[in-house]
């Protein structure tokens, strides 16, 4: 696992405070109320699968990345542990998604999404697709690369994990 790296600072600028950048400038401000709003705009149709956010989350890393260690899918989902476990109690009697044993680790259960999961997925993309365009709503093709390319940088100075 990687370490937290310190910032770099440039020492001829003082530290600003929170007030004098102000919320409207603040990236991680600004990240949450986008996933916020993201998640809010889905909810209502996640309710009507019996699904919910944290649900959604793991039913579409699986739908990427089909079979994952419960550690690593905490990770891809962005799920606390504690919660994507009562989650996956949840898929399981739901027969959304099934744990395996890991082959070659008897202490790790690895997480797959079945064909049900697959389809309650699949039924939810469309609206998933609608809310992420609407946030991409007159941002040209560079500029949205660009601004990719900025958050996986970004990712890649704040990540603990090596995936």
Do not use: C
Request: aromatic share 6%; no cysteine; hydrophobic share 40%.
């Amino acid at each position: 696992m990687n370490e937290v790296k310190p910032p770099e600072t440039d020492k001829s600028e003082p530290l600003q405070r929170l007030g004098e950048i102000g919320l409207s400038n603040f990236p991680p401000y600004l990240m949450n109320r986008i996933m916020g709003r993201y998640n809010a705009d889905l909810r209502q149709e996640l309710a009507g699968l019996g699904l919910t956010t944290a649900k959604m989350r793991a039913l579409a890393v699986l739908a990427v990345i089909d079979t994952l260690p419960i550690s690593e899918l905490a990770v891809y989902a962005v799920i606390e542990q504690s919660t994507l476990s009562r989650s996956l109690e949840q898929l399981t009697s739901d027969g959304l998604v099934r744990r395996d044993p890991d082959p070659n680790d008897s202490r790790v259960t690895r997480i797959a999404i079945t064909d049900a999961g697959r389809a309650a997925f699949d039924q939810m993309w469309p609206s998933m697709s609608r809310v992420y365009s609407q946030m991409f709503h007159g941002i040209p093709a560079d500029e949205r690369a660009a601004f990719v390319a900025t958050l996986k940088t970004m990712l890649q100075n704040i990540r603990k994990h090596d995936f």
